[in-house]
């Protein structure tokens, strides 16, 4: 344990109490020079509290009286399981992990290499990480039969590295990781290494440096993906060169890779955004003749795009039609629609559309339905709105008691106090409570008919279910309910 003593960093001997967290840096930061290779810490301790603790904790899970050889496997546990876990010693994972690379009869390999580069880019303490990959590069992994071949997961470390400097937009780091890799790996990298630094540059408004990466990757014969013309499609739009869009979209196909959703929604986005909205739509087919299927990005892009430009109807037309077609997602809410065509009045269309997509699966959101009920009373179309309220009743979509009293009262205020009683029965199967309310309306409903028994059975339901506080109010409605009957009579 003398030699443990010695060579523990110097961190430890100042320090009674854990550094906090380095905070996330700002963006964007300069860039920074390369660091020079982790140092090998090797002092003499001054025993503090803080110290004590910490090298007690390490005799006692990772140096055993019965087993004080350290081994990758065993350090890895230490840092995973009893380390990471420690809420006064958690920080100081890279000292131990630059302290056990001291030891002579002790060699990291690539599970404590990614272990490391994970915590330290996870936390952003970029100045330790780029020390890490200094080393990792000045000491290749055991499984790499010293430098005959490359340790298979040299590419999978790096890329949380770069990954980590490109979220920060420490983009010439990321470079510096990328180039330092290039070193270590046999053959050439992965397509995701060059998209994630792509679409740094292209987050960056570097585009220029985007292109030069794409060329690059080219010319490094490595093959791009659907997800590397994304990324520069994306960028061609946000930066105004839809033509360039365009023509990387024919590259892509011509080099063999199918587009998916992503690129075609991104595409319709900016057909929109050029206010070239049949070119827009004829992209949508292109996606079916492809056999590409639609999103719910894609449903949104299309139809709030049309709607904003007040072509509702001809929205209306491609929702129907999409629908016919079977391309129409299920999952997609068509509220905005509906709300659409209502607020102009023409809540006759909006129940044309929900019926076609109901029809073939896609069933309105409740909000949707009571926006459609509401603009169907507005026009006085109370039969259409009691057989939608019934239709969503028995699929169990429920609304909200407001809508549902108003709905009985428009049908009560027709005479059609009998259809509103049974709305009110299907409404309780389904649970859907009568409130008071629905009682006072229904029962209104059946004094103007002259429907005393009817009217009669629900005063009692009311009273059962605690809805009349006294004597007076139950006197009140059948008094009611009695009148009106004797001035039926009387008219005779």
């Not at 272990?115 to 590069?137: D, G, H, K, M, T």
């Not at 360039?244 to 986005?269: D, H, Q, Y």
């Not at 008691?401 to 309780?428: I, K, P, Q």
């Not at 059975?457 to 059948?478: H, K, Q, R, W």
């Amino acid at each position: 344990m003398a030699g443990l003593k010695k060579k523990l960093p110097p961190i430890l001997i100042h320090n009674k109490s854990p550094p906090p967290p380095p905070p996330a840096p700002s963006i964007p930061l300069p860039s920074r020079p390369e660091t020079p290779p982790v140092t090998l810490p090797s002092v003499t301790l001054t025993p503090t509290a803080h110290h004590t603790h910490l090298l007690r904790f390490l005799k006692t899970h990772l140096l055993t009286p019965t087993n004080n050889q350290i081994t990758p496997s065993s350090l890895l546990h230490f840092l995973k399981s009893k380390l990471h876990h420690h809420p006064q010693f958690t920080h100081y994972d890279f000292h131990i992990f630059a302290w056990a690379s001291t030891i002579d009869s002790f060699r990291h390999d690539h599970t404590t290499f990614l272990f490391i580069v994970r915590s330290l880019a996870s936390s952003y303490r970029f100045s330790e990480l780029q020390s890490v990959l200094n080393f990792i590069s000045a000491n290749p992994c055991p499984c790499s039969n010293d430098g005959i071949f490359s340790c298979p997961e040299m590419e999978r470390i790096f890329h949380f590295a770069v990954n980590a400097f490109v979220k920060a937009n420490r983009m010439n780091d990321g470079l510096l990781a990328f180039e330092a890799m290039r070193k270590l790996i046999d053959g050439r990298p992965s397509v995701s290494i060059y998209n994630v630094l792509i679409n740094g540059f292209v987050k960056c408004r570097e585009f220029d440096k985007a292109l030069g990466f794409y060329d690059r990757m080219v010319r490094d014969r490595v093959k791009p993906d659907v997800v590397t013309f994304n990324i520069l499609i994306s960028g061609f739009c946000r930066n105004k060169k839809f033509d360039l869009a365009l023509g990387l979209f024919r590259e892509m196909r011509e080099k063999g890779c199918n587009p998916n959703v992503v690129s075609f929604n991104t595409l319709i986005r900016g057909f929109f955004g050029e206010r070239k909205f049949d070119e827009g739509v004829n992209m949508a087919y292109e996606m079916i003749e492809l056999g590409c299927e639609f999103s719910s990005v894609t449903c949104e892009i299309l139809v709030d795009g049309l709607c904003n430009e007040g072509r509702v109807l001809k929205a209306c037309e491609l929702v129907i039609d999409f629908s016919r077609r079977g391309v129409w997602p299920k999952d997609f809410d068509y509220f905005g629609l509906v709300e659409k065509l209502c607020g102009e009045g023409n809540a006759g269309r909006a129940l044309e559309v929900v019926d076609e997509l109901w029809k073939k699966g896609n069933l309105p959101s409740v909000i949707a339905c009571t926006t459609l009920i509401e603009g169907l009373r507005r026009l006085r179309k109370g039969v259409e709105a009691s057989g939608l309220m019934e239709k969503m009743l028995k699929e169990g979509i429920l609304p909200d008691s407001v809508t549902f009293n108003c709905l009985l009262e428009d049908l009560c205020d027709v005479g059609r106090t009998v259809d509103a009683d049974r709305l009110r029965l299907l409404a309780s199967t389904k649970g859907l409570d009568p409130d008071g309310m629905t009682y006072h309306i229904l029962v209104s409903g059946y004094t103007r008919e002259n429907r005393r028994k009817e009217g009669e059975n629900l005063v009692n339901e009311m009273l059962d279910e605690g809805f009349i506080p006294d004597l007076a109010t139950y006197n009140s409605y059948m008094d009611g309910l009695s009148n009106a009957r004797k001035s039926v009579r009387q008219t005779r």
